[in-house]
């Protein structure tokens, strides 16, 4: 498959172990923020969400922290495996009449080692 | 459910001459977005249909248009294209009911499109 990115940052992380992936985003008026996974050939998939009202929202295996003071948003994976690996990237949505609009970041790739 | 398809998957093309793309949202969804995914600019938007209507649009020059059908399927047509058009172009399609809640986007799998 094609690749997403060649140039992104590259977070490498021993299998079973702990991942943390980083967001920083712009608009402190955003409503909802958003964890996509992309793998190699394929189209962006939702993980996890927040509202902006929340700090912490847990899923399985994944973890999604907000810090709204310093506009910074984390992905915790737990227990990191081989099919984790993939480009995650943040997503900010902002509410406006009549539509939503997204703006995504530029993403981290997440290689796990055997 | 079938997911959100898009073709052709792959396409070369050179400089000058245009392109069509076509998206087919998952059954029962009115929205269908476009954004453009190059490795140092990440996903831009393109623009938003809804119900035939564009809705939104993004910050790209007017070679780059788009339609939507009655059966909400989306085509983006992309004219006299340049070497800088070369990216993944993803479709995204949602419920979009409105409201203070946002509606899931679903992705395509995007079509790779090489300008020569």
């Known amino acids: 498959g094609e690749s997403v990115g060649l140039h992104l940052p590259t977070l490498s992380v021993q299998e079973g172990d702990n991942s943390i992936i980083n967001c920083a985003y712009s608009?402190?008026?955003?409503?909802?923020f958003i964890w996509y996974k992309q793998e190699s050939g394929k189209g962006p998939q939702f993980i996890i969400d927040?509202?902006?009202?929340?700090d912490k929202r847990q899923g399985q295996r994944v973890t999604v922290l907000l810090n709204k003071t310093v506009k910074h948003l984390s992905l915790q994976i737990a227990a990191t495996q081989p099919g984790d690996s993939a480009v995650y990237f943040c997503?900010?949505?902002?509410?406006?009449?009549?539509?939503?609009?997204?703006?995504f970041g530029t993403g981290t790739r997440l290689k796990v080692l055997a | 459910k079938a997911g959100v398809t898009q073709t052709p998957r792959y396409l070369i093309k050179t400089r000058g001459q245009q392109v069509t793309l076509s998206c087919s949202p998952i059954?029962?969804?009115?929205?269908v977005s476009w954004y453009q995914q190059t490795p140092g600019q990440g996903l831009q938007f393109l623009f938003e249909?809804?119900?035939?209507?564009?809705?939104n649009k993004g910050n790209f020059p007017g070679r780059f248009s788009g339609r939507q059908f009655s059966n909400s399927r989306s085509e983006m047509n992309v004219s006299t294209l340049e070497l800088g058009d070369s990216a993944l172009y993803l479709c995204?399609?949602?419920?979009?009911?409105?409201?203070?809640?946002?509606?899931?986007?679903?992705f395509g799998p995007g079509t790779r499109l090489t300008v020569l």
């Open positions: 995204a399609s949602s419920l979009s009911r409105g409201g203070r809640q946002y509606n899931e986007q679903f």
């Open positions: 608009n402190s008026a955003s409503d909802y």
């Open positions: 249909y809804f119900s035939e209507t564009q809705r």
């Open positions: 927040i509202r902006s009202n929340m």
């Open positions: 997503a900010e949505i902002g509410l406006h009449p009549g539509t939503y609009k997204y703006i």
């Open positions: 059954s029962g969804h009115r929205s």
